[in-house]
Every structure is written in C-alpha cells, then in structure tokens.
C-alpha cells in the first residue's frame, strides 16, 4: 500500500494524457500563394505617363508661343506626324533586319564548324558601331546614293553588333553538362538548341534587342542627311532656320519615342523571359 505521502505527490503530477500547458499550438501552414506578377502597375503606368505629361507640357509650349511663317511651314500641315510615322518605319524596318541578320548569324557562330569564326566576324560588326554614325552614312551615301534604303543599310550595320554579340554570349554561357543531358535523352542537335540553348539564352538575347531598338531610334534622326525622312528633318530644320519651337518639337518627340520603344522592349523582355531564370 502507498502511503499518503505518495499519494499526494501523485495528485500533484500532471496527467501524461493532458498536454503541458506551456506547449504552444501549431500555426496554420499558409495557403500557397500563386505565381509572382511579373509586370506590375507601376511599370506599365510610370513610363508613358511622364511620356504623356512631356508631350502636354510641350503641346502648352506649341500652343503659347507665336510662330512665324517658317515655323508654321514646319510644324502644320500634317508635317510632324509624317515625319513621326517616317522615324518609326525607319526603326522597324532597320531593327527587323538586325534580327534577321544578327540572330542566325549568332547562333551559327556558336556550332563547332564556325566557333573559330566568332572574333572575326564580331570584330567586322564592332567596326559598324564603332565609326561615327554620320560618317558611316556619308560613306553609304557616295557608295548607295541618296535614299531610305541607305539610311536603313546605315543603321542596321551601327546596331547589329548588340544582338550578334548577346546571342554569341548567351549561348556560349549555358553549361555544356546542360546541352550533353539533352543529347543523352535522344534530343537532335535541333531540338535542343530550339528547347534548351535557346530558352536559356533568352535573357541576353533580348537585352540586346533591347539596346539596338533604342539605338535605332536615335540613329534614324541622321537619316535626314542620307534622304530618309524622319525626326531629323524637324530637328536639322529648328537648327538652320534658328526656330527654336521646330527643334523642341523635333528633339521632345525622338526621346518619346526612345522611352516609349524601350518600355515596350521591357515589358517583352519580361514576358518571353523563362520564370525559372528570373531573378529572385
């Protein structure tokens, strides 16, 4: 028999079945969360409404300041949105040569035939971005004569280098343990270039179509000078004729159109981007 000192220990030792009143309850596992936005508000709003208030503050500008009859000769008449459609044609039809060009020639420089290649022909495209751009025009003018095709000749040899040289870099950087596990799983060097070195190099490849669009925009304002129209009609016109309202009007324009051209390459960079190679 126990005796009552024992049984009193007992009554004052807690129940083994009862949890300890110290012991914290488990919290909840969140519920799973779906995938990150990748394009948030902030960066579709931001960039085309400065666009938007840079063109009203301008537009005030216009619209406040007495022009005379050479500066009305430049800026009515439906001059300035010919010259606008003008610049952008240049940009696009230059930039879609640069990809038609760039991006196979680049990719071509990386298979084992051509690798030896590589220097040679970035080095002849570094001499395209690397000579003055109004310089490399002239040169095509007394070669190609006056005209739009010129000045787009001009400017795909002053930006291809960006998307030759990204593409050349981005496949070179994938690791070759990656391309070989393709090929043990019975992938053809087609297939995998088109489902695992391309995909990967997006990133790189993109960037530099980003900068060449952008160069592009810029290097259409010297198309002027070789006979292609565009912005540069309006800004070479301001400088000449010493109308300050005609090289505003000229100058606000190609940087919207910069900014405008580089925010949509942004948000196409972000969407063609694999999530698994976006930043964390």
């Known amino acids: 028999m126990s005796s009552p000192a024992q049984e009193e220990r007992r009554a004052d030792e807690p129940d083994a079945k009862t949890p300890p009143l110290w012991e914290e309850e488990e919290e909840p596992t969140p519920p799973p969360t779906g995938p990150k936005r990748r394009i948030t508000w902030r960066k579709l709003v931001t960039v085309p409404a400065v666009v938007l208030i ?25 001059n300035v949105p010919l010259r606008l ?13 640069v990809l038609i060009i760039a991006l196979p020639l680049g990719t071509a420089l990386t298979r084992r035939g051509l690798r030896k290649a590589a220097p040679v022909v970035t080095a002849i ?12 025009l002239a040169l095509l003018v007394i ?21 030759l040289a990204n593409t050349v870099a981005g496949l ?5 343990n990656l391309v070989e ?11 995998t270039l088109a489902r695992v070195e391309l995909p990967l190099a997006v990133p790189l490849i993109l960037a530099g179509v ?6 592009n925009v810029g290097t259409a304002t010297l198309a002027t000078f070789g006979g292609g129209g565009g912005l540069g009609d309006l800004i070479t016109s301001g400088i000449q004729t010493q109308r300050m309202p005609v090289l505003v009007v000229g100058s606000v324009l190609t940087v919207c159109l910069a ?22």
Not at 210 to 215: D, G, H, K, N
């Open 54 to 78: 840079v063109l009203l503050l301008t537009w005030l500008y216009i619209s406040n300041v007495q022009l005379d009859s050479i500066a009305r000769n430049s800026l009515e008449g439906g």
């Open 85 to 97: 459609r003008q610049h952008i044609e240049l940009t696009a039809i230059s930039t879609f040569w």
């Open 125 to 136: 495209a570094n001499v395209g971005q690397a000579a003055p751009a109004i310089g490399l």
């Open 143 to 163: 070669w190609l004569g006056i005209g739009q095709s010129t000045a787009i000749t001009g400017m795909v040899l002053y930006a291809i280098l960006p998307v």
């Open 172 to 176: 070179r950087a994938i690791d070759p």
């Open 181 to 191: 596990a393709s090929k043990g799983i019975g992938m053809s060097a087609r297939a």
């Open 210 to 215: 980003r900068t060449a669009l952008v160069l």
């Open 259 to 280: 900014l405008i051209v580089d925010w949509l390459a942004s948000l196409v960079e972000v969407m063609l981007t694999p999530r698994g190679l976006e930043e964390k």
